[in-house]
């Protein structure tokens, strides 16, 4: 009947509404003002075309109503009716009004994610909200105002919102992402595109949105920002730029190309820098592991360009700096630097004043501990303090005192262009760059960290040095050629020997089998032992053995036969862990490939290698501990080149390992044919190749 009235007399209807939604004594009568609302909208939407200033206006006031009600509403379906008519009515409300209650409702979930703070109705009404705007009101996204809220604050907080614990909210905001996106991306008139994916041509504002979440008491928020910036590290979008194989040099001002690599680059090191500070603090919480994973992720595709010492102009392209620039760009995300090990920065001695660093960032951490709990914002308190209020009942109405706080005024779109308009100028000019061997050691220090007294505090440990000293064997990796037959430069094999000589010796002991005798000190755990071994396998550089040893005999890890041996006590069946064999075995392969020719030649190495491999063969249990036994042999055989004509074109070096292993062609003949009946079929592939590389030995 509604629909029949004249335009002025519906109009008169709205600020009806706005009261029967506030004074409401039922979810009823709520549920039923959201269906007239919603119907309204569809059949005549010159009624809400009201003029004023949005205080005044019913217009702004019903939907400011329709947002407050839907996040203190009980029922589901009622909440949904509301969600639906906000968006109906964000459709016809005025623009500024609807980016005020978007910029409120981002700021609403923020403020409810995680801690004692944690309230899922808040986030679950926020992230119905936007969805509505974004899928009923999408023209909506077509004008961000002069703030650009949708591209600066919605979106960026839609994509953290992807990762949200609770499955419902994270797909509302992915709807709010793929629809919302689609409409910021098409109205983009001014062709600045950086990339062809929306999350490149967002980078500034998503980096912005993850660093404030990272700089967030919540845990919760710091693991969402983790887990958004390693999608983006996967999306090949925190990493150098693909570039043009005929790149020209630039002009005066910076091409597309150049300001794309930029941008990725000044992202990059703003990131690793905050993550490394971060690890650095004493503090340990719940997810300070994500942390590492992140800066592993993100300078593994980083630290192979590193090397910017090269005379070519034309390598500084890769981080967005013009070829005529003759000084070294102040956003390298990572360089490799064997000019001090106590560097964390590029001439930072970080190291050397590591113990007032920890002494002055646990001051900084117990402050904001201090605060969060005042705040109560920490994760750390007991659940009993984040119970609710009693909950109403439908006989009584909603609370709407607090609704001014939620909405706010129109000066807040004033906050939300904080990011400078020059977006391809460095944001910081004091950014520094972080360097390989610095990350490692901290890495390395982080993982081998003793344990505390406290149970709870060893339960998140032992994780959290896993996950460092992983991140360290990635790191380490990502340096070498991506292919085994490849020999890295000499300047890189000389960066390489520079991490092996300060990884190995701190490695190795934490690797040896403790003295029985000797109580002080306890056998690490079995988990990172392994990763231990992970870590060296890592380490070994190419030519590993041509360094002589000290006349005191000291330089232990240069040693390839005494390497071997070690690695053949922990793959034995002495070793309870099938971690550690497996993770032994491995090393020992990885030795097999990079040692030096003439220390793999004697007899003692081959030896101890092979019975490396004999001895995984023994476990019938664990296939992964016969398959890394067998990729010793493989490593051997490959050694010897894979077909006649590697030893026929190639130098003496090929024909003389190839002399060396022929006496154990038959142990390794014998090994691999085993290997062809096992059940499982990546043990019978790499049997396959073995037996097929030494099919034309003599």
């Known amino acids: ?125 926020a992230a119905a909200a936007l969805r509505s705007i974004a899928v009923r009101a999408s023209n909506q996204f077509s004008d961000g105002g002069s703030g650009d809220i949708w591209c600066k604050t919605v979106l960026p907080m839609a994509y953290l919102g992807r990762k949200d614990d609770d499955k419902k909210v994270a797909s509302l905001w992915e709807e709010v992402w793929d629809e919302g996106g689609a409409v910021a991306n098409a109205g983009d008139s001014d062709g600045s595109d950086f990339g062809v994916t929306l999350e490149a041509k967002l980078l500034p504002y998503l980096v912005k949105a993850c660093l404030v979440a990272l700089d967030d008491v919540s845990w919760s928020r710091r693991v969402t920002a983790c887990q958004s910036l390693m999608d983006l590290t996967d999306m090949e979008i925190l990493a150098p730029a693909p570039r043009k194989l005929d790149a020209q040099k630039y002009n005066s001002s910076p091409a597309p190309d150049c300001l794309r690599a930029r941008r990725r680059a000044q992202a990059s090191a703003e990131i690793l820098a905050t993550c490394t500070r971060m690890i650095g603090k004493s503090r340990l919480w719940t997810g300070k592991a994500e942390v590492v994973r992140t800066v592993a992720k ?7 360009v590193g090397d910017t010492s090269t005379n070519g102009a034309s390598d500084w392209s890769i981080f967005g700096a013009e070829s005529t620039n003759t000084e070294a760009c102040k956003w390298i995300p990572i360089q490799q630097d064997d000019l001090d090990w106590d560097n964390l920065f590029i001439g930072d001695d970080w190291f050397k004043s590591n113990d007032v660093s920890s002494i002055s960032s646990q001051l900084e951490e117990d402050k904001t501990n201090a605060s969060s709990l005042a705040t109560g914002r920490g994760d750390d308190k007991m659940e009993d303090d984040n119970e609710k209020e009693a909950e109403e009942g439908d006989s009584g109405g909603l609370d709407f005192d607090d609704e001014e706080k939620i909405v706010g005024s129109e000066q807040l779109l004033a906050r939300t262009s904080d990011v400078s308009e020059d977006e391809d100028d460095v944001r910081r000019t ?70 092996y000589k300060h990884i190995a010796p701190v490695l190795l002991s934490n690797i040896r089998m403790v003295d029985a005798s000797d109580q002080s000190s306890k056998p690490q755990p079995p988990l990172i032992t392994a990763r231990c071994l992970g870590c060296l396998s890592a380490s070994l550089y190419h030519g590993i053995g041509v360094a002589k040893a000290d006349t005191n005999g000291e330089d232990n890890e240069e040693d390839v036969v005494g390497l071997s041996r070690i690695l053949v006590d922990l793959s034995g069946g ?109 043990v019978t592939a790499v049997a396959t190749k073995i037996c097929g590389a030494i099919s034309w030995w003599p």
């Open 298 to 304: 993100i300078a593994s595709k980083w630290s192979i």
């Open 430 to 499: 004091t950014t520094i760059t972080l360097t390989v061997s610095g990350l490692c050691r901290l890495l390395l220090e982080q993982g081998l960290s003793s344990p505390s007294g406290s149970a709870r505090d060893n339960d998140i440990l032992l994780p959290y040095r896993a996950a460092s000293l992983q991140a360290l064997a990635d790191i380490i990796n990502s340096l070498k050629p991506t292919s085994g037959r490849t020999k890295p430069t000499s300047k890189a094999s000389a960066h390489d020997r520079y991490l």
């Open 1 to 125: 009947m509604i629909r029949f009235l004249d335009v002025g007399d519906q109009k008169k209807l709205i600020p009806f509404f706005d009261a029967a939604l506030r004074a409401g004594a039922g979810f009823a009568t709520r549920a039923a003002v959201a269906d007239a609302v919603g119907s309204l909208c569809s059949t005549s939407p010159s009624a809400f075309k009201i003029t004023g200033h949005s205080s005044t206006n019913p217009t702004v006031r019903l939907l400011r109503a329709l947002y407050f009600a839907s996040e203190r509403e009980r029922g589901a379906g009622a909440r949904d009716k509301m969600a639906h008519a906000l968006g109906s009515l964000a459709e016809l409300a005025p623009g500024h009004s609807v980016r005020i209650l978007a910029v409120r409702a981002c700021e609403r979930y923020s403020a409810s994610v995680g801690g004692t703070n944690d309230d899922p109705a808040a986030r679950r009404a």
């Open 574 to 682: 002495k070793q309870p862990a099938w971690t550690v064999r497996e993770a032994a075995a491995l090393a020992a392969a990885s030795l097999a490939a990079r040692a030096s020719s003439d220390k793999l030649r004697k007899h003692a190495a081959i030896t101890a290698l092979l019975d490396c491999a004999k001895n995984t063969q023994k476990d019938r249990k664990f296939w992964r501990v016969r398959l890394a036994g067998l990729q010793v042999l493989l490593a051997l055989v490959e050694r010897a080149g894979s077909a006649p004509g590697d030893t026929a074109n190639a130098d003496d070096e090929l024909q003389l390992i190839l002399e060396a292993l022929l006496p154990e062609k038959e142990s390794i003949a014998k090994i691999a044919r085993t290997c062809l009946s096992d059940n499982e079929a990546k």
